[in-house]
């Protein structure tokens, strides 16, 4: 069974420009988180989306924005982009979250803005 | 909120020796999930070892087992035979059961590196 998939692997953008992520769950998986991880904070939870809702939200600027397909495919945008975005960006999926199902992550997308 | 506290930043260990790694955590829940991740400089963050907060018995994978402490709030992972492989950066990760939506809250982590 193929894992989640993270494209792209890397990106450089500048300030004020957006971006779009995506992540491919693992195949039946139909809960997707997104984190972002810096080497100062760790890893901070930005969201989760079940079945193309959204149903938990981290502490985030509305700057960051995301949506799930029928499919479970997520994408994960940033607009305005600030020097402080840069960082790894990691996707999760997760097979029964209400069963403690642990997350399967991705590869991530490592964004760099200048 | 809950929170999860690593005290060790950095760690090392001879290949073959045994390691632990300390976490902590606070939560106001009685029923939850605790995990220890993995992430090696590839950066893919792999699972380690599971454990459930009503089972009293501590998980085991292979050279990977955990302290369970309840009462304590601890959760710490032991590696046995430390091998080069086992060079990483590792995360305790703390799931509330309730809700019935998902999100992990992580510790800042404990980069444990392997010696020969």
């Known amino acids: 069974k193929a894992g989640v998939t993270q494209t792209p692997r890397y990106l450089i953008k500048t300030r004020g420009q957006q971006v779009t992520l995506s992540c491919s769950p693992i195949s039946g998986h139909r809960s997707v988180s997104w984190y972002q991880q810096t080497p100062g904070q760790g890893l901070q939870f930005l969201f989760e989306?079940?079945?193309?809702?959204?149903?938990n939200k981290g502490n985030f600027p509305g700057r960051f924005s995301g949506r799930q397909f029928s499919n479970s495919r997520s994408e994960m945008n940033v607009s305005t982009l600030e020097l402080g975005d840069s960082a790894l960006y990691l996707c999760?999926?997760?097979?029964?979250?209400?069963?403690?199902?642990?997350?399967?992550f991705g590869n991530g997308t490592r964004l760099t803005v200048t | 909120a809950q929170t999860v506290t690593q005290s060790q930043p950095e760690m090392s260990v001879q290949e073959a020796e045994t390691v632990t790694l300390s976490c902590t955590y606070d939560?106001?829940?009685?029923?939850?999930?605790l995990f220890w991740y993995k992430q090696p400089p590839s950066r893919q963050m792999i699972l380690v070892i599971r454990?459930?907060?009503?089972?009293?018995q501590n998980a085991t994978e292979n050279r990977f087992s955990v302290n369970f402490q309840k009462a304590a709030k601890s959760f710490s992972l032991k590696i046995s035979d430390s091998q080069l492989g086992d060079t990483a950066m590792y995360f305790c990760a703390f799931m509330n059961a309730s809700g019935g939506y998902q999100k992990v809250t992580f510790g800042i982590g404990t980069k444990l590196q392997v010696i020969p």
């Open positions: 999760a999926s997760s097979l029964a979250p209400d069963r403690g199902s642990p997350l399967h």
């Open positions: 989306y079940f079945s193309e809702t959204q149903r």
């Open positions: 454990q459930e907060a009503y089972k009293q």
């Open positions: 939560t106001s829940e009685s029923n939850y999930y």
